[in-house]
């Protein structure tokens, strides 16, 4: 059941009284999944919203309130809720079939757009989601160099299959999570993320490493950043000792610019996983790269080599529908100005939202690059200046440590005031979000400063 238990919080009275459907779905849910959810993401307490319909940079719940969306689909909406040349072409692709069972033309469309806009993209596989793009990524790695070790960074998030548990939330000494063998977790390498003479030495000591692979911008969109340098020294450290180099694109492909971070760093990688906007906003996922890595995939190639070839089937690699919308979604995105309408859309959001944190004497502060941002709740207090902080001088452990409860009342409060950003108050905006949009956030967002504010939540700046 839905938490009920009664509360002195006006903040919590005023999000239950607005959603009476979402608590009734919830109640229902808790008896047919665990936690009564699909995603670990949409854990809200006491319960998360149920949303109804969705139309452009906003969306309805159940009980008919409306918000500004910046949860994005995860990041897939890029261009916004059923954009007109997306959803039609989805809904042409639907009316022919669903699942062919066969090969089609969409794949190969599809497939020419990435190779097109991915600078590093040879040759194309298509998965079903991100998660098997990284798995798939790691083991063409694997045989393709005959190594068995992978370099991962902590707090970078690459899906949940075993190998990519430790070390983004938990388990940041390498022992594996639940459910995860002794033997996966011991051939992961977990070094701490933007360190450079720690990834520079490691590399120059050990000969048995596959593969790094990293979120291009930094773990969770930037969340926990680091600079260009450090992924063109990572790209030359992995160069030098015989191991590939694999960008972690599922949020930041087609987003970051239209062929991605690699595109705007002038960094190539040796592998890139994609996901999200991929699919135009439908499940749909894909590894890219060299086209002699890919070959191990090859039905003829990997056999001329003398290499196993990896096995690879999948019941919805490159789904008709979400090809059809893929194609559409990124010939837009192609040919166009979305990302950086979407990047510029959330440098001001950043700024204006840090003037009212400033406005409001609060020693918080919203960061981020690109089109994303995130709220920094400085947990150890310290006497920061929303409008000149830096997110680089601070140890990942701080940035991620954001109180839960505060931050959980703080979603709540922005909930209220028809504001939507995910439980890490972390957000990203899409080529939609307009004017009219960003005046509704920024008066959101000072309502809900007010509102913890009067709760004793929003402290004082430090002298």
Not at 14 to 33: F, H, I, N, P, V
Not at 136 to 149: I, N, Q, S, V, W
Not at 198 to 207: D, G, H, P, S, V
Not at 318 to 342: E, F, K, Q, T
Request: include cysteine; charge should be neutral; charged fraction near 20%.
């Amino acid at each position: 059941m839905p938490d009920t238990t009664p509360t002195n919080s006006k903040i919590v009275a005023a999000y239950r009284e607005r959603t009476g459907g979402s608590a009734k779905l919830a109640a229902e849910a808790q008896g047919l999944m665990p936690s009564g959810i699909t995603h670990d993401s949409r854990q809200c307490d006491p319960y998360g919203i149920y949303v109804e319909r969705a139309q452009g940079s906003r969306k309805w719940d159940v009980d008919g309130n409306e918000y500004v969306d910046y949860f994005g689909g995860h990041g897939a909406l890029l261009l916004g809720h059923n954009h007109p040349a997306v959803l039609e072409a989805t809904q042409k692709a639907m009316a022919l079939g669903t699942h062919f069972g066969a090969n089609h033309p969409g794949e190969v469309r599809w497939a020419a757009l990435v190779k097109r806009m991915v600078p590093s993209a040879e040759r194309v596989r298509f998965t079903a989601s991100g998660t098997e793009a990284t798995l798939m990524a790691l083991r063409l790695a694997r045989a393709f160099t005959g190594k068995p070790k992978v370099v991962r960074f902590l707090t970078h998030f690459h899906g949940w299959h075993d190998h990519m548990t430790a070390g983004h939330s938990s388990h940041f000494d390498g022992t594996p999570t639940a459910g995860v063998v002794a033997g996966i977790a011991e051939h992961t390498i977990l070094l701490p993320p933007g360190d450079t003479a720690a990834m520079r030495e490691l590399f120059q000591r050990r000969q048995d490493i596959a593969a790094a692979i990293l979120e291009p911008t930094g773990a969770s969109f930037g969340m926990v950043p680091h600079t260009r340098d450090f992924v063109a020294a990572l790209r030359e450290e992995t160069r030098k000792a015989g191991s590939l180099l694999i960008f972690d694109e599922v949020v930041t492909g087609f987003r970051v610019s239209p062929g991605g971070a690699q595109q705007e760093y002038g960094i190539l990688p040796d592998l890139t996983s994609l996901a999200k906007i991929l699919a135009g906003g439908l499940p749909g996922g894909a590894v890219a790269g060299r086209r002699d890595i890919l070959d191990e995939l090859d039905f003829k190639a990997a056999p001329a080599k003398g290499h196993e070839k990896i096995g690879h089937p999948g019941t919805y690699n490159g789904n008709p529908v979400s090809a059809a919308a893929g194609v559409a979604a990124l010939g837009i995105i192609a040919g166009g100005d979305a990302c950086a309408r979407a990047n510029a859309y959330a440098a001001e959001l950043r700024q204006r939202v840090n003037r009212e944190l400033a406005a409001a004497g609060a020693p918080w502060a919203m960061y981020g690059t690109f089109s994303g941002f995130h709220m920094f709740l400085n947990p150890k207090r310290r006497p920061i200046d929303p409008l000149g902080f830096d997110p680089l001088a601070l140890d990942y452990r701080e940035l991620t440590a954001n109180p839960k409860a505060l931050a959980q009342k703080f979603r709540l409060a922005l909930l209220v005031n028809g504001i939507d950003v995910n439980g890490k108050l972390s957000g990203v905006t899409s080529a939609v979000h307009d004017k009219a949009d960003l005046e509704r956030t920024v008066d959101g967002f000072r309502a809900a400063l007010a509102m913890l504010r009067a709760e004793e939540e929003l402290p004082a700046a430090a002298a």
